[in-house]
């Protein structure tokens, strides 16, 4: 499995564009980059993913270097309810494999 | 939208004492998963199932545990003798074919042994 990196914490004033990198510097070739979100005591949710370049949906953008060593989540204006943790995942495409947290990057927005 | 419902949503028992944790996934969903997340700490997996078997697990899967799904829209995940470390939040996640890595989590429950 891929190993990722990204921060442990970052903090954001409501309204800013936040961007939180992830490097997987062994990531392979049919892994995918899978970004997931999570509030206190609640289950994680799906936000986006992408295999390479820029994937954009109505909650964030993806974007992917040719190299896919690393990628970085964009979250634009972000709102207080945006507090949460973020994490970046890579793995096999298919259906049915684990899915393998980290530590993921606990956002804090402000006012 | 549909969502996975899971029941209880908080479960207190005694050590030593089986506990069933209960997962409705959504409808058309072919593979069901089962995570954990000690307090503070990260979301681990445990395991997965499709086609009425399970497909892969953890280290964290031992004996204890076991997974069923007795019908057509239940997914279970019984700890036959619980431990003080089995306190945490149990997450149930399902996704269709071909979704990729796009997992749908339930609520989870919470698990405390006493």
């Known amino acids: 499995l891929a190993k990722t990196t990204q921060p442990i914490s970052m903090d954001s004033y409501e309204g800013q564009e936040v961007n939180i990198t992830c490097s997987h510097n062994n990531i392979a070739t049919n892994d995918y980059i899978t970004w997931y979100q999570q509030f206190p005591s609640q289950g994680p949710r799906f936000i986006i993913q992408?295999?390479?370049t820029k994937v954009t949906n109505e909650v964030a953008s993806l974007f992917i270097p040719a190299d896919r060593k690393s990628s970085t989540l964009s979250l634009p204006r972000v709102s207080l309810s945006d507090t949460a943790v973020y994490y970046c995942?890579?793995?096999?495409?298919?259906?049915?494999?684990?899915?393998?947290f980290g530590k993921g990057t606990s956002l804090l927005v402000t006012p | 939208e549909p969502e996975v419902t899971q029941t209880p949503s908080h479960q207190v028992t005694q050590m030593g004492q089986e506990v069933i944790l209960r997962c409705v996934p959504i409808s058309n969903h072919l593979y069901f998963y089962w995570y954990r997340q000690i307090l503070g700490q990260k979301v681990e997996f445990l395991v997965s199932f499709y086609n009425n078997e399970i497909s892969e697990k953890s280290e964290i899967f031992d004996d204890q545990f076991s997974v069923e799904r007795p019908d057509g829209s239940n997914f279970t995940l019984k700890i036959r003798s619980t431990k003080l470390e089995d306190s945490a939040m149990y997450f149930c996640?399902?996704?269709?074919?071909?979704?990729?890595?796009?997992?749908?989590f339930g609520p989870g429950t919470r698990l405390t042994v006493l």
């Open positions: 992408g295999y390479k």
């Open positions: 996640a399902s996704n269709r074919a071909s979704s990729y890595n796009e997992q749908f």
């Open positions: 995942l890579v793995g096999d495409g298919d259906s049915g494999y684990a899915l393998n």
